[in-house]
Each structure stands twice: as C-alpha cells, then as structure tokens.
C-alpha cells in the first residue's frame, strides 16, 4: 500500500509541474520548449499512475509485480501498459480512447528521443520523426493533454477510495 501511496503522490506532482509550467512559466518565459518539458511531466504523471493502480489492485500475481520497474524503457512501458490493460483498466473504466491517449503521449515521448531535427516556430514546439514528419506541441494542445491526464487520474484516484 506505501508504494502505491509513493506513486499516486509521484503522479500528482509530476502533474502539478506540468500544470505551473504552463499556467505560469511559459506565460512569463514564453520559451516553447517549456511545452515538451510539461508534455514529459504529463507523461511521468499517466505512468505514475498506471503503476500505482497495478501495484494497488489485490489481485495481482507476482510476476506482474516484477514487470513494474522504474526502468525508463520503451520494453518497460509496454510491460506497464499490458498489465494495466488486463488487469486495471477495466476496474478504473478507463476507456480505449484514454488508453489511446496514453500510447500516443508515449509514442511522442520516444519520437521526441529518436528525433533529429526538433525546434521552435511561431508559438509551437516542433518534432520531426524520421522522415520529417513533425508533431506540433502548441500551448492549447499541452493544456488539453493535461486536462486529458488529469481526467484519467482522478478516475483512476478515485475508485482507488472505494
């Protein structure tokens, strides 16, 4: 139970980075790549999150237990994210397009690591994946991931009362 306590007060903090950089930070910096910074806490946050509803479910086998490391690795994430599929997802009702959701902000995490060429333009952070195509992070696409995030956490908070 304390280490699920560690992970949901984990999620919530990497949460309320994200949400200072962008309600106060970015305002005054205006440096977009603040913008990717808060999409990381975000992420870190959702992860957080994922592991404290496995490691709190009852229900879990030892193995699935050893699956949940603090490794930052893709083979890591994928480990995570079928344990909390079988197991959680169900429980928290968090939905496929939320599940969606979460593979996509992994996907642009790695994206992100793998890029070659990422930079400023106009009011945007831009990622390009190999073979140019390019992500935009603009500050009202981190603000709807963050309240996309938020949504899944209180879900996920939520039913971890009852």
């Not at 106060?24 to 992420?43: C, G, H, P, S, W």
């Not at 070659?116 to 990622?127: C, H, L, N, T």
């Amino acid at each position: 139970m304390a280490a699920a306590n560690a992970l949901y007060t984990n999620a919530r903090e990497y949460i309320q980075v994200a949400d200072h950089i962008l309600a106060r930070t970015y305002m005054v910096v205006k440096d977009q790549k603040l913008l990717f910074a808060a999409v990381e806490n975000i992420f870190l946050g959702l992860e957080c999150w994922m592991a404290a509803a496995i490691t709190d479910a009852s229900r879990l086998k030892r193995k699935t237990k050893k699956e949940i490391s603090t490794d930052k690795t893709t083979a890591n994430f994928e480990k995570l994210m079928r344990a909390f599929k079988a197991q959680a997802a169900k429980k928290y009702t968090v939905t496929a397009k939320e599940l969606q959701f979460i593979m996509d902000m992994h996907t642009l995490i790695e994206d992100h690591k793998k890029s070659d060429v990422e930079f400023a333009r106009k009011d945007a952070y831009v990622i390009c994946k190999p073979g140019y195509d390019a992500t935009i992070v603009s500050y009202d696409v981190a603000n709807m991931w963050l309240a996309q995030a938020r949504k899944i956490g209180n879900k996920i908070e939520l039913m971890k009362l009852k």
